[in-house]
């Protein structure tokens, strides 16, 4: 079975500082996605980047990005020039041949103007 | 692109009565729905899979008598608590993918609706 893990609960940041994100996972398929979901405070889910698994490059949306390194199973989120919109629960996901999600525990990201 | 709507955003029914909630994909065809239960700072519990046409197939744990899905359409899926209960109060999300073979793509979530179970 997969396993996606968020060790940390909470972080917070400064606005306008860089923070990262940590999340590791485990599993034995060669082929699969992965995610990161932000959580507002209204609860609507929020895709904010994926990658594929095949793919070398790392993942960016703007101030989003990547760093996935797939020997390692480590996929973790930077979040460059922080905004208080920024502020959500963050969670880390994974799909692959079942395409069901698997969610990491989430971690909760303030951020202090 | 790639909305999902979900109604109704907030329901309080009397407990042992049932509630209907609905999924919609508003710009696409969803060949697969899923629904979820969340807690409060808690992660997202997948409760069942729905495919367009047939059964749904639920995770252990969930009871499929209790939580009903129909997925008649390839654009709207419908989860149904049946004789609800105050452990059944949860924030239910539903979400829609269009996956046609091979590895799923994204989900795409739904706004969520809060369900209390006076």
């Known amino acids: 079975a997969q396993t996606v893990t968020q060790s940390q609960p909470e972080m917070s940041v400064q606005e306008a500082e860089t923070v990262t994100l940590s999340c590791t996972y485990d599993?034995?398929?060669?082929?699969?996605?992965l995610f990161w979901y932000k959580q507002p405070p209204s609860r609507q889910m929020i895709l904010v980047i994926r990658?594929?698994?095949?793919?070398?490059q790392n993942a960016t949306e703007n101030r989003f990005s990547v760093n996935f390194q797939k020997a390692a199973k480590s996929f973790s989120l930077k979040i460059s020039d922080s905004q208080l919109g920024d502020a959500a629960m963050y969670f880390c996901?994974?799909?692959?041949?079942?395409?069901?999600?698997?969610f990491g525990k989430g971690i909760t990201l303030s951020v202090r103007p | 692109g790639a909305v999902v709507s979900q109604h109704p955003s907030r329901v309080i029914c009397k407990s042992g009565t049932s509630v209907k909630i609905e999924c919609r994909s508003l710009?696409?065809?969803?060949?697969?729905m899923f629904w979820y239960r969340q807690f409060p700072k808690q992660s997202l519990m997948l409760m069942a899979t729905?495919?367009?046409?047939?059964?749904?197939?639920?995770e252990q744990g969930v009871e499929k008598d209790k939580f009903l899905i129909n997925h008649a359409s390839l654009t709207l899926s419908t989860l149904t608590v049946t004789s609800a209960h105050p452990e059944d109060s949860s924030f239910y999300i539903c979400?829609?993918?269009?996956?046609?073979?091979?590895?799923?793509?994204?989900?795409?979530f739904g706004p969520g609706t809060r369900l209390t179970v006076l």
């Open positions: 979400s829609a993918t269009t996956r046609t073979s091979g590895v799923s793509d994204t989900q795409y």
């Open positions: 599993t034995s398929e060669s082929d699969y996605y």
């Open positions: 729905s495919n367009e046409g047939s059964k749904a197939t639920y």
């Open positions: 996901a994974y799909t692959g041949a079942n395409s069901k999600l698997t």
């Open positions: 990658q594929e698994a095949y793919k070398q």
């Open positions: 710009d696409f065809q969803a060949t697969t």
